[in-house]
């Protein structure tokens, strides 16, 4: 077997694996997130508002003594705004070894898909913000659209995060 043989197997490999992504609707839609990512999840709590934060920055909270920046994912999603009711949920996702907690309508499942099952992003001719979809893929007969964690919130965004997170302390 050449380098380029071995490379391919790897490859395929890699395609056939197997993760488990943590489900979750926001508005119709589902998405989801590895499971490897998310630290836990928890009903809503009491948000501290941060002034002159980011948009889709909600603002605060504090998780057993440690200071974690939420984010609407409506918002982030630009989305229209909805009452928080029972089934809302904050997501704790680690984002470039950053905790965040992500603001869904409501978790669902957690699913198995094999990556060859993920397809790839579709390319929009209109400006449409997808770097951080990293595919999508079918289970039973919903459509489930696959994030890539540490590209929701860019780097000039996770540097405002921060800066918000240390004027709230």
Do not use: C, W
Not at 42 to 60: L, R
Not at 72 to 81: A, N, T, W, Y
Not at 106 to 132: G, L, R
């Amino acid at each position: 077997m050449n380098a380029t043989q071995k490379k391919e197997a790897m490859r395929e490999n890699e395609r056939s694996a197997v993760k488990q992504y943590v489900t979750f609707m926001i508005g119709n839609e589902y998405y989801g997130v590895e499971v490897l990512k998310v630290q836990e999840i928890i009903g809503m709590t009491q948000i501290v508002y941060v002034p002159n934060s980011a948009d889709f920055m909600k603002g605060v909270i504090n998780l057993r003594g440690t200071v974690v920046p939420v984010v609407d994912m409506r918002k982030r999603f630009r989305m229209p705004e909805r009452e928080y009711d029972m089934f809302t949920v904050i997501i704790i996702v680690e984002v470039k070894n950053r905790m965040i907690g992500m603001i869904v309508d409501s978790v669902s499942d957690v699913v198995e898909m094999e990556e060859s099952e993920i397809q790839e992003t579709p390319h929009f001719a209109v400006k449409i913000e997808t770097d951080y979809i990293r595919g999508m893929g079918q289970v039973d007969d919903k459509l489930v659209i696959i994030l890539d964690i540490d590209k929701i919130l860019s780097a000039s965004d996770l540097e405002k995060m921060n800066q918000d997170v240390e004027e709230a302390k």
